[in-house]
């Protein structure tokens, strides 16, 4: 099966516990990274990677999502009689970024069972999946990168970076070949391993590209870690059944955005590469003293 990759999934239905109390009537996909909330990152990331057709698996307290995405004719009505026409711009920019549906994932049932309701979405061709939450900042689209493999070897592909110690136990990992630099041929995949049987360094992150055949295999995983059903354990049911699955060391930097500290860190990050803010941040945190 080799096809462009026109659709994207966007599981946005996970409960967000790490990041409570915030995210008990928000979604995190909506904590704002300086400006923007996450999701409108990753969305700008599928954009620039040729996406043409997006689905976003909300949960409950999710149409905050649809409204960022949508037009707002009262806000681009005050922002014009105000004269503030750049920012009527930028906003409605975002409502012609690209077509979006929404579907619910009724319960949270783990990221397998998320991307799951999108099997009507992606019909027969292959398509990619995008975590929110895992704010990719790279020169060449993180996405792009994993369609590239895609292209090349026509079989899934998924996106990993070195973690070191104990914190793997938090990430799929993967054992896997080099086959050229940066490129992997699956061989297993473990969920969220204790750090003592973890069959590398090598960790899942939030990017994936995957055929239909993902679906076949969702329809006989049973929950599994964390009572979830996890898209790892459908990966490796194919696997098993010999089907070659590929992954990318990303080059970029990652940030866990989900993640309280790492989205203190991604927001330092983001904050300094603006024009409009760098001088004076980077002033403020010299100011900081902190030795
Ligand atoms: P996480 O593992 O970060 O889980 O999900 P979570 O529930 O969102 O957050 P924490 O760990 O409780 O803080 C990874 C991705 O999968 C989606 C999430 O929205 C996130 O993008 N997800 C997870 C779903 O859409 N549905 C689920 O049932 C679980």
Redo the contacts with the bound molecule.
């Keep these: 099966m080799k096809q462009k990759i026109r659709k994207a999934v966007?599981?946005?239905?996970?409960?967000?516990?790490?990041?409570l109390p915030a995210?008990k009537s928000s979604?995190?996909?909506m904590l704002p990274l300086v400006d923007k909330p996450l999701i409108q990152y990753s969305v700008e990331e599928a954009v620039a990677s040729e996406i043409e057709s997006i689905l976003i698996?909300t949960?409950r307290d999710k149409s905050s999502i649809e409204d960022h995405f949508d037009i707002s004719f009262e806000l681009e009505a005050v922002l014009q009689e105000r004269g503030k026409i750049e920012l009527f711009k930028q906003v409605r920019a975002l409502a012609d970024l690209v077509k979006i549906s929404y579907t619910r994932?009724k319960?949270?049932?783990?990221?397998g069972?998320?991307i799951y309701q999108a099997k009507d979405f992606v019909g027969d061709e292959p398509f990619a999946v995008l975590?929110?939450?895992d704010v990719i900042d790279a020169k060449k689209p993180a996405l792009k990168q994993l369609i590239e493999v895609y292209q090349k070897y026509s079989a899934p592909v998924l996106a990993t970076m070195q973690v070191k110690g104990e914190a793997i136990s938090r990430f799929g990992v993967i054992d896997a070949e080099e086959v050229e630099p940066n490129i992997f041929k699956i061989k297993s995949i473990v969920e969220k391993p204790k750090f003592a049987d973890a069959p590398s360094d090598m960790a899942v992150i939030?990017r994936y590209i995957f055929t239909p055949e993902l679906f076949g295999a969702l329809e006989k995983t049973k929950p599994g870690a964390g009572g979830?059903i996890q898209v790892a354990d459908a990966m490796r049911f194919l696997l098993d059944e010999g089907k070659p699955f590929y992954a990318v060391k990303l080059d970029g930097v990652r940030h866990d955005a989900?993640?309280k500290l790492g989205f203190l860190i991604a927001t330092v990050e983001f904050a300094l590469k603006r024009d409009e803010l760098s001088a004076d941040f980077r002033q403020y945190l010299k100011s900081l003293n902190l030795g």
Excluded: I, N, Y
């Excluded at 319960?107 to 990221?111: F, I, S, V």
């Design positions: 966007f599981p946005a239905a996970g409960l967000g516990t790490r990041f995210t979604p995190k996909e698996v949960g994932q319960q949270a049932l783990g990221l069972h998320a975590l929110a939450d939030g979830e989900g993640d």
